[in-house]
């Protein structure tokens, strides 16, 4: 089936430094990425919608200066979280459509845990 | 009022019972309803998707959607500990791909 490969599956920053997520679908083309944010004990909430070779759309609220997301590719999309600060540590996951592979749905990253220090 | 309701558990259980899990929706453009499981620091996975109202079946689960009422279930029969899991529904927006997210049920299975 689709799979979406999604690095590091966990980070220690120091506050104030970036880091870079990337998800990358292993045997089929996502046009679509979606990036979402997980706290705990809370639901998956969408940060932004990023298209290949174009600019990626934000969800209200989620700063696009400090959440960079790149989509150069149909098999890769990164995430960049800069100048991180402790409230920046979440649990954050992509994930593809498949409509077509599997059916209708989305295909989930296995998640970044992101810890700022 | 969120547009998704979800009771986040938990919910423990014996081996072998039947499991309901329940949500709520107030847009009646949401079109597409699934059931996510996932366990801890995992990424979610797909278990079921439904698009009108009535049942769906498969192996032991079910997922039953009723539009009237704007509830969906999700019918776990023979639960067995690797059930143990937090099952997250969640729904389509007509015309986009966004989807939204319940917070989900923590599930534990007991032997």
């Known amino acids: 089936g689709a799979v979406v490969s999604q690095h590091p599956s966990w980070v220690i920053c120091k506050s104030g430094t970036s880091v870079k997520i990337e998800c990358r679908s292993l045997?089929?083309?996502?046009?679509?990425m979606f990036w979402y944010r997980q706290f705990p004990k809370q639901s998956l909430m969408l940060m932004a919608t990023s298209n290949e070779g174009s600019k990626a759309t934000y969800e209200q609220g989620v700063e696009k200066d400090k959440f960079l997301i790149n989509h150069a590719s149909l098999t890769l999309s990164t995430l960049t979280v800069t100048s991180a600060h402790p409230e920046d540590s979440s649990f954050y996951i992509c994930?593809?459509?498949?409509?077509?592979?599997?059916?209708?749905?989305?295909?989930f990253g296995s998640g970044t845990r992101l810890t700022v220090v | 009022q969120k547009e998704v309701e979800q009771d986040p558990g938990p919910l423990s259980v014996p081996e072998g019972a039947i499991v309901s899990l329940n949500c709520t929706y107030s847009?009646?453009?949401?079109?597409?309803f699934m059931w996510y499981r996932q366990y801890s620091r995992k990424g979610p996975e797909l278990l079921m998707y439904?698009?009108?109202?009535g049942n769906k079946e498969d192996g032991r689960f079910t997922a039953q959607v009723d539009k009237s009422s704007k509830y969906i279930s999700l019918f776990i029969r023979d639960s067995q500990p690797s059930d143990s899991a937090t099952y997250l529904c969640a729904m389509s927006v007509r015309n986009t791909d966004k989807l939204i997210f319940g917070t989900g049920t923590r599930l534990q299975v007991f032997p």
């Open positions: 045997d089929f083309q996502a046009t679509t």
């Open positions: 439904t698009y009108s109202s």
């Open positions: 847009n009646s453009a949401f079109q597409y």
């Open positions: 994930s593809a459509r498949t409509s077509g592979l599997q059916g209708y749905g989305y295909t």
